[in-house]
C-alpha cells in the first residue's frame, strides 16, 4: 500500500515562506518521478513543479525563482521549499508519485493535500 503524506503547510504572510514535506511509503522510491500540484478553490488541479528518478525539475512558470523542488531518496521524501509567497498561491497542494515504465504512466499516486494559505 503506497501512502504519500504530505505536512508543513499553514498560513502565512505575503513574502514569507514555507516548506512543504512529503514523505512517501513505497518501495524502490527513486524510481519514482514525483511531484507537487495544487487546487486553488473554484480551479483545476495544476501542476507545480515535478523532479525525476535522474534530478531532472520542471516548474510552473508561475513558481519559477520562488520554489525549489527536491528530494532525499535515503529519506523517501520530497520537500518543496516556497518563498516570496503571494495571495494566488494560496491552495491544497498535493504530493504525487509517478512511476513511468517505457515513456507510459504505469502508476500514479496522491497524497491527501496540505492547506497552504497566504493572506494578510
Known amino acids: 500500500q503506497v501512502q504519500l503524506v504530505e505536512s508543513g503547510g499553514g498560513l502565512v504572510q505575503p513574502g514569507e515562506s514555507l516548506r512543504l514535506s512529503c514523505a512517501a511509503s513505497m518501495y524502490i522510491f527513486n524510481t519514482y518521478t514525483m511531484g507537487w500540484y495544487r487546487q486553488a478553490p473554484g480551479k483545476q488541479r495544476e501542476l507545480v513543479a515535478t523532479i525525476t528518478s535522474g534530478g531532472n525539475t520542471n516548474y510552473a512558470d508561475s513558481v519559477k525563482g520562488r520554489i525549489t523542488i527536491s528530494r532525499d531518496n535515503a529519506k523517501n521524501t520530497v520537500y518543496l521549499q516556497m518563498s516570496s509567497l503571494k495571495p494566488e498561491d494560496t491552495a491544497v497542494y498535493y504530493c504525487?508519485?509517478?512511476?513511468?515504465?517505457?515513456?507510459?504512466?504505469?502508476?500514479?499516486?496522491w497524497g491527501q493535500g496540505t492547506q497552504v494559505t497566504v493572506a494578510s
Open positions: 504525487n508519485a509517478a512511476f513511468y515504465q517505457s515513456g507510459i504512466l504505469y502508476r500514479n499516486y
